[in-house]
Structures are given as C-alpha cells and as structure tokens.
C-alpha cells in the first residue's frame, strides 16, 4: 500500500497529498473507537468492545496539502496482541491511548511503546500519547503532568482529550499531521533520504467515510 | 413489527419495515411448515440420532422453540452437561482469577447495549447471566480465558436457551471443539482460518482475490470480526442463527461456506472498488441488505453457491497455512 514517491507538487499546481496510516493503540475500553468515531463523524455513542480491527478513512483539506487519514482502530485486549502486528505495520502515526482515570492503562501504553521501538525507527514513525476521558476528572488517576513527563522523555507528542465530551480530539490528529508534514518537507530537502509516505498526483474531494 | 425484535435487539432508525414484512409474511409460511414437521421429528423423546434427514432438517431451520434443545444435542454439550453434574456451579463457587474477572466486567456494559434485556434496568437482567457464563468459562478453559468475541457468542447462547448452565456447555462445544482455536492467546486457528479463507477465495472466486492483493489488503483487516463473532453483528440475527444452526451440527467449514457466498455473491460490487478503503467498504456493505436478510434462500445458496468444499480440502489448507504462519513467526 505504502509507496515511496517523492514529488512533492502535482503537475496541476495543486497542493501534494499524502496518504498516512494511523493506527490506534492501547487497552480495553480507553476510547480508542470512540476517538476515531468523535474524529471521523463528529458523534460519541456507546460502542462495542472492537474485535479483530475496524478501519476509518479521513481525508483533511489543508493550504499546503491534502491529507489522507487512513485510520485502523485495532482491539485493546492483550490476547489480540498476537494479531495487533499485522495491524500497525506499515503505520506512518500512532496514538498509544490510556484513560486518565485508569493508571493500569497508562503502564500498558508504555509497554505498547517499547513494542513499537523494536519495530520502528524514530524518524519512521510519529507516536501520540493520548491520554483519553478527561471527562471523567474527578475519577482522576494520572496527573496531566505525568503523561506530560513520559511523552518528553521518549520524546512522543501528547495531548488529553476526551471522545465524549469533544475535547482535543481534532487537535490530536492536527498535531499529528503538522508533525508528518514537517518530516515530509525535511525529507524533501535531503532528497536521498526516502520516507514511505504517498504522495498521490491528484488532488480528492472532501470525504468521510468508515468501515 | 415492533421497534424491538423478538430477541430484545433495538431495530435500527433506518431499519426498512416495509420490505422486512414482506420478507417475513414469506418467511412465516416456512417457520409453519417447519415446525410442524420438528414436532413429528422430535414427536415426544427429545433425542436425535445423527442422520442425512436430521441434516436436511437443520439446513432448513430449527424451529426458535427446539432451538436449544437440538443446539445442545448435536454439540454434544447435552451429553456434557449430564456427565458432568453441578460443574457449572462449582466453578463459580471457586476461587477466582482477579484479573480475568476485571477483562469481564469492563465489556459487561458494552454487549449489546442495544438489547433491551441486557441492560441494566432490565428484569432480569441477562448481564448477570452473561457474566457468569463468561466467569465460568475462563476457569473451566484457563488457557483461553477470556476473549473479546466470546461475550457476544454467549450473549447470543443466552438469548436462545434462556439457561446459563446450558449456554456454557454450548460456549464449551463451540470453543472447545467445533472451532479451532480462535480464542487461544496465540489465535493461530483464527489466522490459520482467515489465511484458508483467502487461499479459497483464490480457488472459487480468483478475480477478488486478485484485487485484495493488488490492493495490499490483508484478509484479517475484512474478515477477522467474521470469524470471532461467528457473524454475529455483521449478519442480521435470524440469519445468523440459521448459520448456527448448521454449526452445531456440521462444524466449522460452514464459517466459509458463508463467507465465500457473500464474496462471490457480491463480486462484481466488491470488483467495483479501486482503492484500499474502497474495499473495505464493499466488505461492510456485503453484509447488508436483503440478501443476507431473506435467511432462508440465503441458506440454500450457501450450500450451492461456494460449490464443492470438503473437509479434506480445508484440513489441508489449514495444515499448509498453519506452517506457513509459524514458519513466519
């Protein structure tokens, strides 16, 4: 799916587009589907438990380039572990999900991460720590900052965000493409050095759409 | 028809009423026929002997109210349950795994929430039913506990025998025996049977399994759900019961005797796609629609459609692709 092109304006004039694999990670009941459903179709309702591995595509209309989302939303329990690498292969992003108000959950986005180390290179990969429900304060169990302190020292983006309550969710996949977007224009100053990312050569409409 | 089904499911806001009575209206002179003649065949001793008319019989529907029974006696979980008196019950008196109490109770609330029996107010409220089939289970089968899929499948057991206990003898013939293992940590029986499926698609329907590989598309990515939840959720209801029905008695293959009936089916639709999310797409929209609603020629056309698919030919498959995987680690 992925290939490596890179063209950086399409014959047209017209903005580049890229198309990225996100993938979202993390364990049971974080709100990994309800990010994807609040993001893609702007709703929060009640989902089921996603077995195996759903799959949403978002595409974003910025001024410098159309951005293609592919979003594959995989299954938070451990046992599913074993199928899960199939899922983020290939992945350009990722957002490692915990749930503020469950401090098992962040130790388990921290083993997710060590999983994604030995599979990825840094500069491969854009990783997210979300730490997701910040609608659930009072029943805090991880201070803002200790996410904070995490995501610097292994150097990931971070953000809090709740599904339900619509709060960062947007903002989480914009600092996800601001932070691709930038590595496609380093890379395209060291020509030699090819990302994966692909660049398609024509430019899509608007479109939502999830399976 | 009511905003409810007969099985507590909330029908969708755009579920079509007109063409699903038409359907039934249909459909009901058949469930008639049907059970008059289960009751001549069941006619007072509620056993069953294997035959080619029992067969015959089970591909055209178990009437709803010998559905339990004859689920349990072709299993084998009738038999299981008699020689095994009050182990349902010791296993939920004993000692019990925190954790995997912790993995149950955090999707209670998530199965099926749009089943009025199973929520919260409902009286009874089949969650606690749910949940102690599922405890159950875990301490019975430790090595696969729980796996998410599995609530749904006992859900659904629990719908159609009302009985805890005999939902997990059913739950322990299905995982136990008549699937291989989709639920093990490893889940290699599940990636076994999603590879089989692709190296069948490629034998009887060559032209999608073309474009899926085109296209990069791993078969896990459209059919895992279909395999785990044995459709439910993908299929409406009555249908999926129906594939059930032929489960308990003829095994697993059936799972790909109705995949590659929806795939071939569909093939020039899913042929449409040109992209990657396209694909998918048609893989969700096959699942829908009247043909998989119409459950009983759907039915028919699952034993037709596929043609030949013996179980030698899927032992084999299986075999090959099972090394296949664990030579790739």
New interface residues.
């Given amino acids: 799916?992925a290939q490596t092109v890179t063209s950086g304006t399409s014959p047209e004039g017209l903005p580049p587009s890229y198309t990225y694999k996100v993938v979202l990670l993390g364990s049971?009941?974080v709100g990994k589907s309800s990010l994807a459903y609040r993001y893609v179709r702007n709703d929060f309702r009640?989902?089921?438990?996603?077995?195996?591995?759903s799959?949403f595509?978002q595409i974003l209309q910025l001024d410098e380039a159309t951005v293609k989302f592919?979003i594959?939303d995989t299954?938070g329990?451990e046992?599913?572990q074993?199928?899960c690498h199939?899922?983020y292969r290939d992945a350009q992003a990722a957002l490692l999900v915990y749930d503020i108000a469950n401090k098992q959950t962040l130790s388990r986005a921290k083993l997710w991460l060590e999983e994604m180390e030995k599979r990825f290179l840094p500069d491969e990969i854009v990783i997210a720590l979300v730490g997701n429900k910040t609608d659930l304060a009072a029943e805090r169990e991880v201070t803002t900052e200790e996410g904070e302190e995490f995501a610097r020292t292994k150097g990931l983006l971070f953000m809090e965000t709740s599904a339900k309550s619509n709060h960062q969710v947007n903002d989480v996949f914009m600092a996800i493409v601001q932070e691709l977007l930038k590595r496609e224009k380093e890379k395209a100053s060291k020509p030699f050095l090819h990302g994966r990312s692909t660049v398609e050569l024509r430019a899509s409409g608007a479109r939502m759409?999830c399976? | 028809f009511c905003r409810v089904d007969p099985y507590g499911f909330e029908r969708p806001e755009d579920f079509d009423y007109a063409s699903y009575e038409a359907f039934f209206s249909r459909y009901l002179v058949v469930l008639t026929r049907r059970a008059i003649k289960w009751s001549k065949l069941l006619k007072g001793n509620n056993s069953i002997q294997k035959s080619l008319k029992v067969k015959r019989y089970i591909r055209k529907g178990i009437p709803n109210e010998h559905r339990a029974l004859v689920w349990m006696i072709v299993s084998g979980a009738q038999t299981n349950m008699e020689q095994n008196p009050g182990y349902y019950h010791r296993l939920l008196e004993g000692e019990k795994n925190a954790k995997l109490l912790e993995a149950i109770k955090t999707d209670m609330n998530r199965t099926f929430p749009d089943n009025v029996k199973f929520r919260k107010t409902a009286d009874p409220c089949l969650q606690h039913a749910l949940y102690n089939v599922l405890v159950a289970y875990g301490h019975h089968n430790k090595a696969v506990g729980y796996c998410q899929g599995m609530n749904f499948i006992a859900g659904y057991l629990i719908l159609i025998t009302k009985n805890e206990e005999e939902s997990f003898w059913l739950l322990d013939a299905l995982i136990g025996r008549i699937l291989p293992d989709y639920y093990s940590p490893a889940m290699l029986g599940l990636k076994t049977d999603q590879e089989v499926l692709g190296e069948l698609v490629k034998m009887k329907v060559p032209a999608v399994a073309e474009l899926m590989e085109r296209h990069g598309v791993m078969w896990t990515l459209v059919v895992s759900r279909w395999f785990i939840c044995l459709f439910i959720d993908i299929l409406p209801v009555e249908t999926v019961l129906r594939i059930w029905d032929c489960l308990f008695y003829e095994g697993s293959k059936i799972i790909f005797r109705v995949a590659l009936t929806l795939i071939k089916q569909n093939q020039a639709f899913i042929l449409e796609a040109t992209n990657f999310p396209d694909i998918c797409e048609k893989f969700k929209q096959i699942t829908k629609g009247t043909f998989v609603t119409e459950c009983h020629s759907f039915m028919q056309k699952i034993f037709t459609d596929p043609g030949s698919l013996s179980m030698a030919t899927i032992n084999k498959l299986r075999e090959t692709c099972r090394e296949k995987l664990l030579s790739q680690g």
């Fill in positions: 799916m049971m009941s009640e989902l089921l438990p996603t077995v195996g591995c799959f595509t592919e594959w299954a329990q046992k599913y074993s199928v199939l899922y759409r399976c």
